[in-house]
């Protein structure tokens, strides 16, 4: 548990830097919040959280505890249900990440970025050179990054390597119109579900399910969402709006893959980022991007080798 929260925290910790270089070339107005992330939890007190607070404090990474007094002030409209919470000030939320995405898209476009989109169903190699294959097109490439999220390890396997890669699905509504009722994002712990306020209305997210990436989406894990919500606010409405089921991409150590391939050194990954694909993005890249380049990040990027598993 500590090698995955240090090496978890060693890309968190730049993940904010990541994101505001690539920040600096878009128009970014209203799109991203800097007001934090709360989690609160009920039937136990501070007490009981005593050992991921240690850790926390071990690796460094900043929160500060809050009371039930000090929650009510920051989120007036969460019922008072709660006995305790951590807030991490540092925090950001995006109030529309499809829209930022759109903007980062743009500006690859911009810099003379291509982008295709086609079903990959093969990689083999040309001399040296790998070789991927859609249906009906071949591309050789110097290097090659597989970046494929839950679906990578169709592509991984036909590189000879067994990465015990997994799907967490998880769930996600929209209550439109309701997203003033919070300020920030909020996670409740027993739960193991949270809401965000977004340009789109209250999202609410959440549920782990090891399902697999064919099996249709479960109403009653939709049903127990819009149900948590209502838990923990009042006035929401009986109807609600965007329903999705997402993959998360997960390894049994909960650290991702980032790095060259075991059999291809021309071959590299970066998948694996389970909940937090989104806000480890920037820096995965980065780091991909230094290793492809053979320049030194100063980090220690032994940790997330599909190595490992071999
Ligand atoms: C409900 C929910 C809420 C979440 N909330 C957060 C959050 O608040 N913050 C956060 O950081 N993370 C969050 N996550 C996690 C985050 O969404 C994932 O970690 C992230 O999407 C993983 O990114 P990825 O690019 O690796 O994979 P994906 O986002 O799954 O993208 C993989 C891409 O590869 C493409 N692809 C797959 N196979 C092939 C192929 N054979 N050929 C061509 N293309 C292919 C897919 O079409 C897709 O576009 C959430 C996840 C869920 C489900």
Known sequence: MMHTAKYMHQILDLALPA????????DLSGLVESKGIMYIWNDQNLKS?????QIRNEIGAEQQLLSRSEIHDLEPNIK??????????????????????????ENFLKKGGRFLKLNIKN?????????????????????????????SKKLTDK???????????????????FEHLISRPVVFQNRGFGMTPMEQG?????????????????KSRIKNLVDNAKFLLDGLPDSHEDEWLGFRPTLPDYLPVIGPSKNYNNVFYSF??????????????????????????NLDLEPYSSLRFS
């Open 272 to 297: 694996g980022h389970h909940h937090l694909g989104w806000t480890l993005a920037a820096i995965s890249g980065k780091i991909i991007s230094k290793m492809i380049s053979n320049e030194n990040t």
């Open 19 to 26: 994101y505001d270089e690539l920040f600096e070339e878009i």
């Open 123 to 151: 990689i083999d190699f040309d001399e040296n050179n790998p070789v991927v294959r859609s249906e009906t097109q071949r591309f050789i490439f110097d290097k090659l990054v597989i970046c494929c999220g839950a679906f």
């Open 159 to 177: 590189l000879h390597e067994n990465i015990p890669l997994d799907t967490e699905r998880g769930y996600h509504i929209h209550f439109k119109d």
């Open 202 to 218: 209250l999202r609410v997210v959440g549920t782990v399910e090891f399902g697999g990436l064919t099996n249709p989406l479960s």
């Open 49 to 53: 959280r005593e050992l991921e607070i």
């Open 80 to 105: 008072n249900i709660y006995h305790a919470g951590v807030f991490y000030k540092k925090a950001r939320h995006a109030r529309n990440p499809g829209k930022i995405w759109v903007k980062l898209f």
